[in-house]
């Protein structure tokens, strides 16, 4: 039974387009948060949403808002998308903000042609 | 600005032998400190955290070392299997930095048959 699950695995699409990634976790975490994995293999915090409240907004476009319906949920949508989005984008929980461990999904490679 | 370094980008190691991985950090406020570790195409699973009350953390064939003054923190696997293959990523965390976890690059360990 998958702890953090992210879906599609994998995404090609073109530049302008709207896609999302979705995200849910069954731990009961309070915690959830998006990370970027850029070609240089840096993992890089995007978002977080403790409790469905966003409490980390790194320096990222309009473009990319996420979505929390619920506490197990936190979605990604990303508008007009561009060449340097391509990239792995891993959703994580963790039972306290910044504090545990982190549970990673299998990541979404997402490729922008 | 990268607070936590990753300075080799890989290692090579015979089975057996010790693997060391090494991280260092810029802020000293960063009082959490974890290592992750990767397989391709799955998301990094958490290994071993110490808190920075402490200067050492051991969980079986792995040890962590941090040294608070130096702002450096490594990471010991005794005996290297060849099952240890894959990229380690050293995290820390502080309250000051709003609870969120800073990743470094990441160092590719080859363990050798």
């Known amino acids: 039974d998958t702890a953090v699950s992210q879906t599609p695995k994998y995404l090609v699409t073109q530049m302008g387009n709207d896609k999302s990634i979705k995200c849910e976790q069954n731990?009961?975490?309070?915690?959830m948060y998006w990370y970027k994995q850029d070609s240089k293999k840096f993992l890089k915090i995007m978002f977080s949403?403790?409790?469905?409240?966003?409490?980390i907004n790194e320096t990222v476009p309009n473009r990319f808002s996420p979505k929390s319906p619920d506490k197990a949920h936190l979605n990604l949508h990303i508008n007009s998308l561009e060449l340097g989005d391509s990239a792995v984008y891993f959703c994580a929980s963790s039972r306290l903000a910044g504090f545990g461990e982190l549970f990673f999904g299998e990541g979404s490679r997402l490729t922008v042609l | 600005d990268q607070q936590v370094k990753q300075n080799s980008p890989s290692l090579s190691v015979q089975e057996g032998r010790i693997s060391i991985l090494n991280c260092d950090y810029t802020?000293?406020?960063?009082?959490?400190f974890l290592w992750y570790k990767k397989y391709p195409a799955e998301g990094p699973t958490f290994l071993i955290s110490i808190s920075s009350i402490k200067d050492k953390n051991e969980d079986g064939r792995f040890t962590v070392f941090l040294n608070k003054s130096a702002k450096h923190l490594s990471l010991h696997i005794v005996p290297s299997q060849p099952g240890d293959s894959a990229v380690y990523f050293c995290?820390?965390?502080?309250?000051?930095?709003?609870?969120?976890?800073?990743f470094g690059t990441g160092t590719s360990l080859t363990v050798i048959p």
């Open positions: 802020n000293s406020m960063f009082d959490y």
């Open positions: 731990l009961g975490h309070d915690t």
């Open positions: 949403y403790n409790n469905k409240e966003l409490i």
């Open positions: 995290a820390a965390s502080a309250q000051n930095t709003g609870n969120q976890f800073y």
